[in-house]
Structure formats: C-alpha cells, structure tokens
C-alpha cells in the first residue's frame, strides 16, 4: 500500500501559497526531482506546515517512467471551447503546495522552498490563498459541499495499488480571476442558477431548475450511469480589488479533470459553464503528484 503525500487530504488550513517553477535552463531534472524529495524531510514539513508538491507530467515520466499512469499529459495546449472560448495553457515544471493555520509559518516556508530551490529552477508564480468564511469562495458560495468525505477520497484521489504510478495523484490547478461586480448585480436567484446550488445553504437545485449550462450541471460526470467524483481543495486569493478562485482538483484519472474542463469550455456538447461568464481562467497547468515512496527513491540523504 503506497502512502501518499498527507498534505492532499490535510483539511481545515486556512493559510496556503502555490508555488510554480520552471527548470533554469541546463539544469537536470533528475536533479530537480532529487532536491524537491530531500525538502520532504522533517526540516521543511515539522514547522506546523503541510508540503505537497507535483512535477509536469513529461518531466516526472523522464525520471521515473513505472511511477506514473502512462496517459497523463501536460497542460499541452488551450483548451477551445464553443464561439471562440477558450482556457490558457500555462504549464510549469514544478509545483509547491504550502498550506498551514496561519501565514506567518506559511510565509517561512515558502521563502525557505524558493531558496532551497534557487539553483535549479525559477519561481514562476506564486499565489496566497486563504479561507473566506465558512468555506465559501469569492462568489458567496459554499465550495466543496460535494466534495467525497476524507473516507472516501483516497479513492476518487489516488492511482490505485498495481497500476503506474500507485498512491500518486494527477492534479489540475488553475488560478480564476472573478468578475465579482458582475456576478453580485445579478439577483441570488440568478446566481443560484449560475451555480446550480442555493447560496444560503447550498442546496442543490432541481435538474430543470438549474438547467445544463449551471456549474453542477457541466461537472456532474458518469460513466457507464456511475458518477464520478474529483476532489477539490481550491481556495480563494486576492485583494478586495482584485480576486478569485484558486482551483486544485485531484483525480485518480486525468479524463474526469480534462472532461469536466471541456464540459464547461463547451468542447463536449455546445454548452458553456454559466460560470465562466463571470469568472476568467488565467492559468492552467497538470501536475503528477507522486507517491511518498516514489519520491524518497530520489531523496538524498545529508550524509551523503
Ligand atoms: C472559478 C472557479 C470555480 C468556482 C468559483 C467553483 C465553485 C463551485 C461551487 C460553489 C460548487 C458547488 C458546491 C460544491 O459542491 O462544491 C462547485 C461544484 C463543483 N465544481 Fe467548481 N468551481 C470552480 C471551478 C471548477 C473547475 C475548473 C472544476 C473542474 C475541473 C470544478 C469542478 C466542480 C465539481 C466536480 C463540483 C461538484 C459537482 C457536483 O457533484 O454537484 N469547479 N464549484
């Protein structure tokens, strides 16, 4: 049974910093993978802080071949949607998750990481992300009601046991800028069927009531008539000014991120998620997120 990296299901952290870096020039990502699996130990991850942290795609399988699902892909190209939509493409090579209970230690960390991994690779984006409520996001709504409870999210989340890349995860992250004054003219009732929840409570409306184009509509997935679920750890970020939603999505399976994507671009069936109406994708990039064992195998330990 491979363990995988705790901090995915840590929940009830309100402070986090995603972190994205691009490779310098020359360096090797054997190197890279190696010093990103020795920052795992105790000496960045036992100051009251959660570390997760994920490789493109293309790079981890360049090191580490058996350790991942052989059809995972970068974030390759935008995504288009219906009438001239479309999602950016902005894939990194490395992605660092440090979430904690408040950002002081969060802020130590992340400053610790981008040295750490100066040598190496360039910090590409940093975003600080922090709760709003109780667990709402920038639209006043609850986010995460359907998420699977912490019993069944290891499965929905996790490559299973006997396949490439076992106790791994694939990760989708994209940062959404809101269109916050927009959203707030229309009436709740409007709202609530952009989302396809009520906003008080987020009770889920009925089907003909919340229509195709809803949020809940575009990511309510099956196949074979069996639904299939993701799990979201996304967090709001911003300024009064300027703010929106960091979207972090986890999969056992790349197809349930990228369909629902193409769900909501329109790519599927003509239908445009109502959301995106009101909020622009302004990153988008997947990452492989692997196993505790399939990163210590790179860890260099300092007597060596
Ligand atoms: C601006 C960005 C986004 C915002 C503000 C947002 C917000 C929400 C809200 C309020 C809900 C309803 C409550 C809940 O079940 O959590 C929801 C549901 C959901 N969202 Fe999003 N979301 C965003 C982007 C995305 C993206 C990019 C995906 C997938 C790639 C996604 C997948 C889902 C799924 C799977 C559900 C649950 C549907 C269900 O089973 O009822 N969301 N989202």
Redesign the pocket.
């Known amino acids: 049974m491979h363990v995988p990296q705790s901090g995915i299901f840590a929940l009830g952290t309100s402070s986090h910093s995603y972190l994205e870096f691009d490779l310098n020039k020359d360096a090797d990502p054997l190197n890279l993978v190696q010093l990103v699996a020795s920052l795992q130990e105790p000496r960045m991850t036992t100051g009251g802080v959660n570390l997760v942290v994920g490789f493109r795609p293309s790079l981890w399988r360049k090191i580490a071949p058996e350790l991942i699902p052989e059809d995972v892909k970068d974030f390759e190209q935008p995504l288009e949607g219906v009438d001239g939509y479309s999602m950016p493409a902005t894939q990194h090579d490395l992605w660092f998750w440090v979430a904690g209970s408040a950002y002081n230690v969060v802020f130590d960390v992340t400053k610790a990481a981008i040295t750490a991994l100066a040598p190496l690779a360039t910090l590409a984006s940093e975003v600080a992300g922090w709760s709003y409520k109780e667990s709402r996001?920038?639209?006043g709504?609850?986010?995460?009601?359907?998420?699977p409870s912490l019993a069944e999210a290891p499965e929905v989340t996790l490559v299973p046991e006997g396949l490439p890349g076992a106790g791994g995860s694939v990760l989708?992250v994209?940062q959404?800028t809101?269109q916050a004054a927009a959203f707030e003219a229309l009436p709740v009732e409007a709202q609530e069927k952009v989302?396809?929840?009520t906003k008080l409570n987020?009770t889920?409306l009925a089907e003909e009531v919340r229509g195709p184009a809803s949020?809940?509509s575009r990511?309510?997935i099956e196949v074979d008539g069996v639904?299939q679920?993701?799990f979201?750890r996304?967090s709001p970020y911003g300024t009064a000014t300027e703010h929106?939603?960091m979207?972090i999505?986890f999969s056992c399976e790349q197809s349930r991120?990228a369909r629902?994507?193409s769900r909501?671009a329109g790519a599927e069936d003509g239908i445009r998620d109502a959301?995106t109406f009101y909020?622009t994708?302004v990153t988008g990039a997947y990452y492989f997120v692997p196993s505790v064992e399939a990163l210590n195998q790179f860890a260099i330990s300092e007597e060596e």
């Open positions: 996001d920038l639209t709504f609850i986010d995460g009601t359907e998420n989708l994209q959404w809101h989302i396809g929840r987020s889920e949020h809940v990511n309510v639904e679920h993701i979201r996304n929106g939603t979207f999505g991120l629902m994507l909501m959301l909020t994708a």
